[in-house]
């Protein structure tokens, strides 16, 4: 039997640090083959190599039963290959048409580009793999979903049979994942063959035919996905059974920490983002706050944190005022943390140390500073042990926070905000792109701060992270509240439906 893809006895390594030791995986063609391990496991890694991008130290790569030396992406497109990665590289000044054809493009005879036979290409290209898209639209201008799509149609454009998924859904709502999952299917049926690298074990469940484990580079299990169960494939992935369920004291909220009211903004472009936003959150609560993503919620987050100062309303931070005229600095020594929902632009500085990402947003902190000098050793100390706890991976404590894989940085950024003892924590996506370990230890901590007393705002598109860890919910539609509610109260239904601005009486 050929194969679309055979990796043979792949081996890499990055100094002392071992990515992928002996790895094996056979995929056939009209399959949808899942791989799944902890963060730095060695997954993207192993597709990196089959990409082009990574030169393996050892082993074979089979393209539909031909053995094939992939020095680069060309080679690699050359063969069939796509690859969507987890962070897009797409060029946000250009249109859709434009990025799509970037590595092929349709010229006339003269040699000039035909956008008159571009645009038509692009929007057929969508209409067959159903990912409609406007291809005049800039990409600066589209939804995260919808950059997506132009994603995976450039690799079908450059006539990808093969295509590797780098955690595609780690920033869609559902209803968006429902729709790339049956994309996923479609490609399936067309006899392509995907490759999905994904930490949610549902969709795993839900799509694909066969399961390869990755845990500290080595293969621990590849089997059919009807033959498992979610359990299974977790205790695979880290050794042990893992307790899915998350225990929390009772609710008992004490006094309100933060208040909003009537809060009202306005983007650059006239477009009313908050509309008269109102609600409060106590000590001992956590608040969820769901939606599907454009609806406001992060416009809400930066108000709140201080990086929007142009809104108008009341907000009180532990009975104090801080509208307008108060920052991020001045609210952060307040006792507000944030978790912001983009690691790579808004919670790291990639092109610095892991010790210098750690005490940002701290650097008064006397554990570790002198007057006015930070120790470093002391704060390496600090770092180190936090990281620890949290069991982030990373080679050296000098490496640069961009080295790290998303959901180590992910890790490293929900450790600084914790370990600053917030008297308020904004936890926005504070689990996307991280494996089921690292999701259920980051449940635990936040419901631990919860359960010391503390505020938890918690901004998530999961919505079965809404209903496992929220005491009360909040739905945000066209940047209005339109619905309060609590899981015991509520199905992850009733909560989908006022996200799409429907309410449960008008579907009766």
Not at 59 to 82: F, M, Q, V
Not at 203 to 230: Q, Y
Not at 256 to 279: E, I
Not at 474 to 500: F, H, N, R, W
Request: glycine letters at 10%.
């Amino acid at each position: 039997m050929d194969y679309a893809v055979e990796l043979k006895h792949m081996t890499k390594s990055f100094g002392e640090n071992i990515a992928n030791q002996d790895v094996s995986v056979a995929i056939p063609w009209g399959s949808i083959h899942g791989l799944i391990g902890e963060n730095g496991a060695g997954k993207t890694t192993l597709m990196k190599m089959l990409y082009g991008m990574y030169p393996p130290d050892s082993g074979e790569i089979y393209i539909d039963g031909n053995r094939e030396r992939i020095t680069s992406p060309k080679e690699a497109i050359s063969l069939g290959i796509g690859m969507v990665h987890q962070h897009f590289t797409l060029v946000d000044s250009l249109t859709v048409a434009q990025n799509i054809i970037l590595g092929k493009p349709i010229c006339r005879k003269n040699g000039l580009i035909d956008f008159a036979k571009t645009r038509d290409r692009v929007y057929q290209l969508g209409i067959q793999y159903g990912l409609s898209v406007d291809p005049d639209a800039r990409i600066k201008d589209l939804p995260v979903a919808m950059r997506q799509r132009v994603e995976i149609l450039k690799s079908l454009y450059l006539g990808a049979r093969i295509l590797i998924l780098d955690e595609p859904t780690a920033v869609l709502t559902p209803q968006e994942i429902i729709h790339l999952l049956k994309t996923l299917v479609l490609l399936k049926e067309q006899g392509k063959c995907m490759i999905l690298i994904t930490h949610k074990l549902k969709e795993l469940m839900d799509v694909t035919d066969r399961i390869t484990v990755l845990r500290n580079g080595r293969v621990t299990g590849d089997v059919k996905t009807a033959e498992v169960n979610e359990q299974t494939i977790a205790s695979m992935m880290v050794g042990k059974n893992i307790k899915f369920h998350i225990d929390k004291k009772p609710f008992t909220p004490k006094n309100t920490v933060l208040c909003a009211r009537d809060l009202l903004y306005y983007n650059q472009f006239g477009v009313k983002m908050l509309d008269h936003v109102s609600f409060h959150i106590r000590a001992g609560e956590i608040l969820g706050i769901a939606g599907v993503q454009g609806n406001g919620q992060t416009e809400l987050i930066e108000v709140l944190s201080g990086l929007i100062p142009n809104y108008s309303g009341d907000l009180l931070l532990n009975g104090q005022c801080i509208t307008n005229r108060a920052g991020v600095s001045f609210r952060r020594k307040a006792g507000l943390g944030h978790i912001p929902e983009d690691r790579q632009t808004m919670g790291a500085a990639l092109g610095v140390g892991l010790v210098e990402n750690f005490i940002m947003g701290g650097i008064e902190n006397r554990a570790y500073t002198a007057g006015c000098q930070i120790q470093y050793n002391k704060a390496a100390q600090a770092a180190e042990a936090q990281f620890k706890e949290f069991d982030v991976k990373y080679a050296d404590i000098r490496i640069h926070a961009g080295s790290l894989s998303g959901g180590n940085l992910q890790k490293v950024i929900v450790a600084r905000e914790l370990s600053q003892k917030p008297e308020l924590l904004i936890a926005a996506q504070p689990s996307r792109g991280v494996d089921i370990g690292a999701t259920l230890f980051i449940h635990k901590k936040l419901t631990e701060l919860r359960d010391s007393g503390k505020a938890v705002l918690l901004v998530s598109s999961e919505l079965s992270e809404i209903m496992s860890l929220s005491d009360r919910i909040l739905v945000m539609y066209k940047g209005a509240i339109v619905g309060e509610t609590t899981p015991e109260e509520s199905t992850e239904e009733d909560v989908g439906l006022l996200m799409a601005g429907i309410h449960k009486k008008e579907v009766l």
